[in-house]
């Protein structure tokens, strides 16, 4: 496991849970708006060794009630079912964030009954992948994944961040790619400076209250984080 980042206690990464989050290098996309680009390169260092971790994870027993494996794509990671494995033998729940570029590790995950909860990012419609992640995706390991996802009796949220290419109609292309999902999650793109990014199709409550109650004919739940509007 590469590991580049730790956040040590966080209460927004696993829904009403505590966790701690572990932030993997490597990633398999560039996406435009991402916030943790110093992770792309699989060429970095770990910061953190494994065994620090699950060092760490033993002291936190009883404090904390889960870990989160994020990055980058924690899916690229080669000993990351083992890694899983030993913290789900700690008594954690565990909680990955995925791309779902790699259906073939979600499945060996969710056959084995050690993920308790899985977050996969739906970026955009199929055609405008290349366009927000910049870089080729087979689109069939995306739609793989949402289906394993789908299928299984784990819990999962799809989730898209807003980027200004993405217009309203994108997001009903998405809500129609994967219904009936569970849930499915639209979060605001902020800038460095906490600045929601221009052009966004959610640009008042008003229109985020509109998509809304459409979503809600396509997906079981829907949710929104991060947007704030005077």
Not at 54 to 69: N, P, Q, S, W, Y
Not at 99 to 120: H, Y
Not at 128 to 152: A, G, H, Q
Not at 169 to 188: G, R, T
Request: hydrophobic share 40%; aromatic share 10%; with cysteine.
């Amino acid at each position: 496991m590469l590991i580049g980042g730790l956040h040590k206690c966080s209460t927004v990464d696993y829904p009403g849970l505590l966790s701690l989050v572990i932030f993997t290098c490597g990633c398999n996309m560039n996406c435009s708006y991402c916030h943790n680009r110093e992770l792309i390169s699989s060429r970095m260092d770990s910061v953190y060794e494994v065994k620090e971790i699950t060092e760490f994870l033993h002291k936190r027993k009883g404090l904390i009630d889960a870990v989160v494996i994020s990055g980058g794509e924690p899916t690229l990671q080669a000993d990351l079912i083992d890694f899983v494995a030993d913290v789900k033998a700690l008594g954690f729940k565990v909680k990955l964030d995925t791309n779902g570029t790699r259906p073939e590790v979600l499945e060996k995950l969710i056959e084995s009954g050690m993920v308790d909860f899985i977050a996969m990012d739906i970026k955009a419609p199929p055609e405008k992948y290349p366009l927000v992640c910049r870089t080729p995706v087979l689109m069939n390991t995306i739609s793989k994944s949402i289906e394993l996802l789908m299928k299984s009796d784990i819990d999962y949220e799809f989730r898209t961040t807003t980027w200004s290419t993405l217009s309203e109609d994108d997001y009903i292309q998405i809500l129609n790619w994967i219904s009936p999902a569970k849930k499915y999650v639209v979060q605001c793109c902020r800038t460095k400076d906490n600045l929601p990014i221009p052009n966004c199709s959610f640009h008042n409550a008003q229109s985020l209250s509109a998509f809304s109650k459409k979503a809600k004919e396509y997906v079981e739940i829907f949710g929104t984080r991060g947007f704030q509007f005077l």
